[in-house]
């Protein structure tokens, strides 16, 4: 099975061994785009109008099948785009079209399916991510006979590599602390990275990029801010907790997304001061609960350190009141996310 990441992907262009069959997707939608763009110049490069793109949403199968079947005049491969084809939402004569064209696809031409407009995984996350039924099967098929490749985002350490290299690139410098710094307030997606890279090798002008220059200058993701909540929550800081907390607000986060962010970075915890006590560490909890991160549940031991199941669980159950309260009564949802955060501080 041909599934491959963008290393794995560019060292195969630079082979010229292209497929006749070719599927790209993931979260990493930038990586995504950045992929098809290098993919689409490398199979057409002799000329570029051979390109044929086509709406998946309102995908045309007899002219897909009368595309598939042309011979190229002026380049090697006959190329066919097709942007956003979500099978799920297709009639089934539309899906056996698509396979039948799959199935017969003439040796000139290379069909190119790519998807960054919707959600492949249909909302799904964790452990039961995958691409839902009706387009895992095309996937399966093409992964057989030609080749798939599949981006997400790397973990921070992964990307700081990526990150250090746009430094250099740029013609300044940054060392690894704080490339993986900047990893984490991104949540390791390249397009993030790369706009906030933009900023910082702006303002260095040359020089280092520093961890205080990160902090200072990045905008933090909800994800990290949250786990900056609890963890001062765990270590009964009030005034880190009620900054942290300041900050949440002001992202204008829909207060019952805030809510259920914040329950969930409590459940990380919870996990994570139930695997000391069981004598398992962050790697068999990332395994057993399907993390895509490590440093997530790296955080939460850390901020488990020393604290009491008790605790924690008296914590949750507080957001829990909060949760249903929000939901059924008329409240004032900030006044009611302070008061609890104040209510979980206390000893």
């Known amino acids: ?207 280092e990029i520093t961890e205080q220059m990160v902090r200072e200058m990045v905008t933090p993701q909800i994800e990290t801010t949250v786990y900056a909540l609890t963890n001062a929550v765990m270590r009964h800081k009030a005034p880190d907790a009620m900054r942290a907390l300041e900050e949440l607000l002001g992202m204008r986060v829909e207060m019952p997304y805030l809510m259920a962010s914040v329950s969930g970075a409590m459940i990380d915890v919870q996990r994570a001061c139930a695997a000391r006590q069981s004598g398992r560490n962050s790697e068999n909890v990332a395994h057993d609960f399907s993390y895509g991160f490590s440093f997530i549940v790296d955080n939460a031991f850390r901020s488990s350190t020393g604290e009491t199941q008790e605790h924690i669980d008296r914590c949750l159950l507080l957001l829990s009141r909060a949760e249903q309260k929000m939901h059924s009564e008329a409240v004032d949802e900030r006044v009611l996310l302070e008061q609890t955060i104040v209510e979980m501080l206390r000893r």
């Open 1 to 207: 099975m041909a599934v491959l990441d963008a290393k794995k992907l560019n060292d195969q262009l630079k082979k010229k061994a292209f497929s006749n069959l070719y599927y790209l997707y993931g979260s990493d939608t930038a990586q995504v785009e950045n992929s098809i763009k290098l993919l689409l110049k490398e199979i057409s490069a002799d000329d570029p109008d051979s390109i044929t793109k086509l709406d998946g949403g309102e995908l045309d199968v007899s002219r897909l099948a009368d595309e598939a079947e042309l011979c190229p005049m002026f380049a090697d491969y006959n190329c066919i785009w097709i942007h956003d084809l979500d099978l799920e939402k297709q009639r089934e004569d539309v899906r056996k079209a698509v396979q039948g064209v799959l199935e017969n696809v003439a040796p000139q031409t290379v069909l190119v399916f790519d998807v960054t407009g919707y959600d492949i995984y249909g909302g799904k996350t964790g452990k039961n991510k995958r691409p839902t039924p009706k387009n895992k099967k095309i996937i399966d098929y093409i992964a057989k006979n030609g080749t798939v490749c599949c981006f997400e985002p790397k973990t921070p350490v992964q990307a700081a590599a990526g990150i250090m290299a746009m430094a250099k690139h740029s013609g300044c410098t940054m060392g690894s602390p704080a490339a993986v710094l900047l990893a984490e307030l991104c949540g390791a997606q390249t397009l993030r990275i790369s706009q906030e890279m933009g900023k910082l090798c702006a303002y260095a002008d040359g020089g």
